[in-house]
């Protein structure tokens, strides 16, 4: 008998590590069955899905991952839930952060009550962050770490992504969490700061560095995001955390250096402009872990450096519709002069 076909509900896949992933899960399997639940909130890009939108093994559902009614009819005989779906980004969280937690704490407890009632639920992989540690001046965090996360979006996270531990500690569900550094790549919203910093440069303005330009970041190129996640379906352990970074750690500064020298700028397109307020200093991760079983990452920040402004250079199209509508203020610098 022909087995069926492994059902995935991906939700937040209109948001940028979810449509890469989306592309990434189409690569590697064919017999399965996506469908996609997105709010399509300011980072929700339907754009980013047009080449599966008339695939017979693809659906979208425009809706909210805190619709208990709808969740149900979503989840029914899944096999892989992953939870991409999240208010994801710092400076919003502190102008105002109720959203965040709806979404990030209660949207997680609607997709963990669905997924409690499926029978052929084999994995549930929420989609946390490293900033859930908080911030660390020296070393590296590993799983077991400290959690002090430092603002309301990496508490936000937290929240989920200890609830989703709960639900495998109480009911033995198949979750996995992840903690992944910064991401970077093709289809990331413009207010974060590459794809920000690459389109002011081919507009003609200048990139907005916020204080010195001092703290540093671990960069993850998200073509690795997607494989680690795709990796712990079949070969994450239920109820454990994994790092998931590439060992790119840059201050902010540097950064921009590349990104200039790739678009052949010199320093004086570099604006200084106010900080974040309790802006983290430091991330880093430990990744012994999820190398253990298996895993490793592909790129170097150069190398994915390159293929990310070559992208924006070439996809204009995608990235102007959305940068005209976008809070204006992240162009200049959120926080002001
Ligand atoms: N981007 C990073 O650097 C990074 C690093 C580590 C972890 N993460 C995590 O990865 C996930 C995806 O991040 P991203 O950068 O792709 O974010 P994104 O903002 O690009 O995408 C988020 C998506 O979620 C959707 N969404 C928001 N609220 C929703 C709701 N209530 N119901 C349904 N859909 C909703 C949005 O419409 C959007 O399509 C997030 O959980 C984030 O915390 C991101």
Redesign the pocket.
């Given at each position: 008998m022909k087995e069926k076909k492994k059902i995935y509900l991906i939700?937040?896949?209109?948001?940028?590590?979810?449509s890469n992933f989306i592309q990434y899960l189409y690569k590697k399997e064919e017999d399965i069955e996506v469908r996609v639940?997105?709010?399509?909130?300011y980072?929700?890009?339907m754009e980013s899905l047009k080449e599966f939108k008339d695939r017979e093994d693809f659906s979208f559902t425009h809706?909210?991952?805190?619709d208990e009614v709808l969740v149900d009819e979503l989840m029914q005989d899944v096999n892989v839930v992953i939870?991409?779906?999240?208010?994801?980004?710092v400076d919003r969280s502190i102008e105002s952060s109720r959203s965040f937690l709806?979404?990030d704490i209660g949207?997680v407890y609607v997709l963990l009550e669905a997924a409690r009632k499926q029978k052929k639920l084999q994995r549930f992989i929420q989609?946390?962050?490293?900033e859930v540690y908080g911030q660390i001046m020296s070393g590296s965090f590993t799983e077991s770490s400290e959690l002090k996360p430092r603002n309301p979006y990496s508490a936000s996270?937290l929240g989920g992504d200890r609830l989703a531990y709960s639900y495998f500690a109480t009911y033995q569900m198949p979750v996995v969490i992840t903690r992944?550094?910064?991401?970077y790549g093709p289809m990331?919203?413009p207010e974060?700061v590459i794809p920000l910093f690459i389109t002011n440069l081919i507009d003609g303005l200048q990139v907005p560095i916020y204080g010195e330009g001092k703290q540093i970041r671990d960069w993850l190129h998200v073509s690795d995001?997607c494989s680690a996640i795709y990796h712990l379906i079949e070969n994450g352990e239920s109820g454990e955390v994994y790092n998931v970074a590439a060992d790119q750690e840059f201050t902010n500064i540097d950064l921009t250096h590349k990104i200039l020298a790739l678009m052949k700028r010199d320093n004086s397109w570099i604006t200084y402009v106010k900080d974040r307020p309790g802006h983290d200093f430091r991330y880093s991760l430990d990744c012994a872990k999820l190398k253990e079983i298996g895993w490793n990452s592909e790129y170097n920040l150069i190398k994915g450096l390159e293929e990310t402004v070559e992208w924006y250079q070439e996809n204009e199209d995608w990235w102007r519709p959305v940068k005209e509508k976008m809070d204006q203020r992240y162009i200049k610098g959120f926080w002001g002069k």
């Open positions: 939700t937040g896949a209109a948001g940028f590590i979810g639940l997105d709010k399509l909130t980072s929700g890009n809706g909210d991952i805190c939870n991409f779906a999240a208010e994801a980004a709806d979404t949207g989609v946390s962050t490293d996270k992944a550094a910064n991401t990331a919203y974060k995001h």
